[in-house]
């Protein structure tokens, strides 16, 4: 389990964050949508290894939430781009992190954790 240690350890380097975006078979192209960048952004931060906190955590969340089974975010994320390159618009953050806000932190079901 190398990516799952690698996703829990600190800032990334380039070669780390270029190996579990491999591991997610998620191509530059492909992540620079999902965070809202371009491609060359992400070859440059593999490449340097500066990569910015934001992108370096919204890769290590993808990662784990993936490989702990939770293939709905993947999907979603995948659905996504399809949508957002369908419009010819990058994702914000923002826009990325109101679509995983759900997956991550799903809502409890009507009543669950209600306290009587």
Known sequence: MIGRSLAQKGHLT?????????????????????????????????KRGKIPKTADRILRAIYLETIDGNVKLKEMTEHYVRKRQ????????QDFAEQ???????????????RT
């Open 14 to 46: 380039g070669t780390e964050f270029r190996f579990l975006r491999k591991e997610l078979d998620l191509s530059q192209h492909r992540l620079a949508d999902l965070i809202g960048t371009t491609e060359q952004t992400v070859a440059l931060w593999e």
């Open 86 to 93: 369908g419009d010819n618009a990058s994702p914000t953050r």
């Open 100 to 114: 995983n806000r759900a997956v991550i932190n799903p809502a409890k079901p009507d009543g669950a954790g209600d």
